[in-house]
């Protein structure tokens, strides 16, 4: 189709061909990508090979895990505006593409739903001819990069695979979407980013980087070089070890990260340990062991909470767009940043200690969202509003999602499988209902903290939820056990 034959009309990221003979759009055409021509220059990291075996082979028949390693970045203010070029333009293009599909998706919907009011008979697509009336694919909208980057010059400035690696990334939240639909959830659809949310892109292979470092005496000093971007300090904190398979660039609030996700050989399994534990997830007690040990809540947020009112306050006093409230938005996010930081460290060691000390480790298979969910509203015969207990209600919520229970009983997944123990989720109903010493329910309120039974066991509610937690993961696994005499 000639230059001169079409009408671009531009809407938000997305321009629209439209072909002059019948007046009817040719296609959808996002305007924000496309790869060069020519791929970027494959650079390899071969001054670290004998530094840290990078490029050392990997042992036939041994099992190859993936292993992630965070490293801070310290770019000059040159490097950090281009930085921020590229994660903006990312953005745009992610954006671009969920908007792409989603308008192919309603017109789809809407060419398909015409039904003839004489015949019932649905009418034809064809009456929206040469517009795509069909669900675009990652491949479709991957051809387009070409023809995107000739209307985008400045798109032209980003490495080829980190662009695409954006559309892989929609196609995941996709995938994932129509996943979790087909299991009976009911999650969110995939939504645009905002400049607060998205904050990282990655190049997917070797393509268009290259790890520089250099040994001083004790220390270790790295430079990462980009295509297109520069380079960049890095502080190598801990050796890197493995294949380097990807590599992510992240902006927390004002820092800057890269995380290597590398392959690398899986590690000697710790000694067979002798003592198993179950594990009761609370909010007065971070963590509570069938042996009676305690893991205290160290309640990170509800400590930060005065300093984060304050810096909210002072956001809501300045002027929307301006250099101030910037300003106060990133005090913000640095007060959130140290929360998040503080439970994770305390997260780590505390799932260390009990990797390292157990060999069977159970707990509860807890669903925070459904716990965390805000009551109905309730409604009188009158159809006035009457309380229904939503202020204590958010209170408990908010210290539950302080503990973290998930990213905790996530750690101790994770160093589990690393480390050969065995973890195990077990139903949590009428854990704290049943005695642990005769199996008897009985009944409590949420409000009683110590359980007592007319069998004469008489523990701490918590204590006692974790031994049934405990007794009910033997018991998962004696049943995937294969019984005497068979194979």
Not at 156 to 169: F, G, K, N, T
Not at 410 to 436: D, E, Y
Request: charged share 30%; net charge positive; hydrophobic share 35%.
């Amino acid at each position: 189709m000639a230059e001169e034959d079409l009408i671009r009309i531009r809407h938000g990221a997305i321009m629209y061909l439209w072909n002059m003979e019948n007046g009817s759009p040719s296609g959808f055409l996002l305007t924000c990508w496309k790869p060069s021509n020519s791929l970027p220059e494959r650079m390899h990291g071969q001054s670290i090979q004998k530094l840290f075996g990078y490029y050392g082979p990997m042992q036939q028949g041994e099992k190859q895990m993936r292993k992630a390693f965070k490293y801070r970045l310290y770019p000059n203010q040159t490097t950090e505006k281009r930085l921020s070029f590229v994660l903006t333009r990312c953005r745009e293009l992610y954006n671009a593409a969920l908007s792409e599909r989603k308008d192919a998706y309603q017109l789809h919907q809407r060419s398909s739903c015409l039904v003839n009011p004489e015949t019932g008979v649905v009418v034809a697509a064809t009456m929206v001819a040469n517009m795509r009336v069909r669900h675009v694919s990652y491949y479709e909208q991957k051809r387009d990069l070409v023809e995107i980057k000739q209307l985008r010059e400045d798109y032209q400035e980003i490495a080829s695979h980190v662009l695409q690696d954006v559309l892989m990334r929609l196609k995941r939240a996709f995938d994932n979407f129509f996943r979790r639909l087909a299991q009976g959830e009911h999650p969110g659809f995939p939504r645009f980013q905002g400049r607060a949310r998205y904050d990282s892109f990655m190049y997917p292979d070797g393509a268009g980087w290259k790890l520089l470092v250099e040994e001083q005496g004790k220390k270790i000093k790295g430079t990462l070089h980009l295509t297109k971007i520069g380079q960049i300090k890095v502080k190598l904190h801990r050796p890197l070890e493995g294949r380097i398979k990807t590599v992510t660039i992240k902006r927390e609030v004002d820092q800057w990260f890269v995380i290597f996700s590398c392959e690398v050989e899986a590690s000697e399994k710790l000694e067979l340990g002798y003592e198993d534990v179950g594990i009761d997830l609370g909010v007065t007690h971070l963590a509570t062991l069938s042996n009676g040990e305690m893991i205290e809540h160290p309640r990170h947020y509800r400590k930060a909470q005065k300093t984060l009112e304050k810096r909210q306050q002072a956001l809501s006093h300045q002027k929307k767009g301006s250099h101030r409230r910037e300003r106060a938005k990133r005090r913000i996010g640095k007060a959130h940043r140290k929360i998040a930081r503080q439970r994770q460290d305390f997260h780590h060691k505390h799932s260390r200690q009990l990797v390292n000390r157990y060999q069977i480790i159970v707990f509860e298979d807890i669903h925070i969202g459904n716990l965390t969910r805000r009551p109905k509203p309730k409604q009188d015969e009158n159809g006035k509003s009457v309380p229904n207990g939503a202020a204590a209600k958010g209170g408990l919520n908010k210290s539950i999602l302080d503990a973290g229970w998930g990213a905790f009983v996530g750690m101790c997944s994770v160093k589990a499988a690393w480390a050969g123990r065995t973890l195990i989720k077990v139903n949590p109903q009428f854990t704290s209902q049943v005695c642990s010493g005769c199996g008897q329910v009985r009944t409590k309120d949420l409000s009683e903290r110590w359980h007592t039974c007319d069998c004469g066991t008489e523990l701490d509610r918590d204590v006692n939820a974790a031994i049934n937690i405990l007794a009910r993961g033997k018991q998962v696994l004696a049943r995937k056990e294969p019984t005497s005499g068979t194979a």
